[in-house]
């Protein structure tokens, strides 16, 4: 249902599923890096698939390849949330 109404509006399902990510220091968990979307996350360090890192952004691990993954809008509420 959803992607009928998204290809109605005009909008690629494709596109409509990107998220941004962030990979983040296991150590100091600053934010290292941005990805437009999984697939250059997974690229960027050569890792085979983006499944680990998908299951980091959805909460199911801890880490994946060396480092925390988030997607970007959960990072940014994090931070937020610790500045007050």
Aim: proline fraction near 0%; include cysteine; hydrophobic fraction near 40%.
């Amino acid at each position: 249902m959803v992607k009928i109404l998204e290809i109605a509006k005009g909008a690629s399902s494709q596109n409509a599923k990107k998220k941004k990510v962030a990979k983040i220091c296991l150590k100091t968990n600053k934010v290292l890096q941005i990805f437009e979307t999984m697939t250059q996350a997974a690229q960027s360090i050569k890792a085979a698939s983006a499944s680990r890192i998908c299951m980091c952004c959805r909460g199911q691990r801890i880490q994946a390849h060396g480092y925390k993954w988030s997607y970007w809008e959960d990072s940014l509420e994090v931070a937020a949330q610790d500045e007050h």
